[in-house]
């Protein structure tokens, strides 16, 4: 089964922290979340969790 995007709509770029403030990914990480493995999607996924629960600021989905 293909790893889902973990994006939630709320694209919003925070360039003080480097990632997306929805999903948790680098914008590097969205530009190529398409052409990915699955296992580099895992990969992305367990990253973003990190970053999230690192997060000062959670998103309006918490």
């Known amino acids: 089964m293909p790893v889902k995007s973990p994006c939630i709509g709320t694209c919003v770029l ?27 999607k895992k990969r992305v996924i367990a990253s973003a969790q990190k970053r999230k629960a690192n997060s000062p600021a959670k998103s309006s989905q918490d």
């Open 14 to 40: 925070d360039p003080k922290a480097g990632h997306c403030m929805g999903c948790y990914r680098t914008g590097d990480e969205i530009g190529a979340w398409m052409s990915m493995s699955d296992g580099a």
